[in-house]
């Protein structure tokens, strides 16, 4: 079992930046492909961006690719998104999730409760 709680979401301004942190525990950290997935409202949930076990491999969808960043501190069990150039329509529930399968197949099994971001006009 993972546990994963997220943090730093919040309000921010178009064009601002904001910073999401998700500490992992249950398991040994380096074990996991760690992901960022993202709901709106009346939206399904979608892809944001995964981190190989080691952070030597990344995956950004479309819509976020030069804006987010994510990396992991497996020293603090810890993954992030840096997002910046932030639009109206990154406003969406952010969600960490974990994946125990290796890269080229992972399923993300585990996920946290998630963190909001709001990002005004």
């Known amino acids: 079992q993972v546990q994963l709680e997220e943090s730093g979401g919040g309000l921010v301004q178009a064009g601002g930046s904001l910073r999401l942190s998700c500490v992992a525990s249950?398991?040994?950290?380096?074990?996991?492909?760690m992901g960022w997935f993202r709901q709106a409202p009346g939206k399904e949930r979608e892809f944001v961006a995964a981190i190989g076990r080691t952070g030597g491999i990344t995956s950004y969808a479309e819509s976020v690719k030069g804006r987010f960043t994510i990396s992991r501190d497996n020293a603090k069990n810890t993954v992030y998104l840096q997002m910046n150039s932030l639009k109206p329509e990154d406003t969406a529930t952010y969600y960490c999730?974990?994946?125990?399968?290796?890269?080229?197949?992972?399923?993300?099994?585990?996920w946290g409760q998630g963190t909001q971001v709001t990002v005004s006009s």
């Open positions: 999730a974990a994946s125990l399968t290796v890269w080229t197949t992972r399923q993300f099994t585990y």
């Open positions: 249950g398991r040994t950290f380096t074990d996991t492909v």
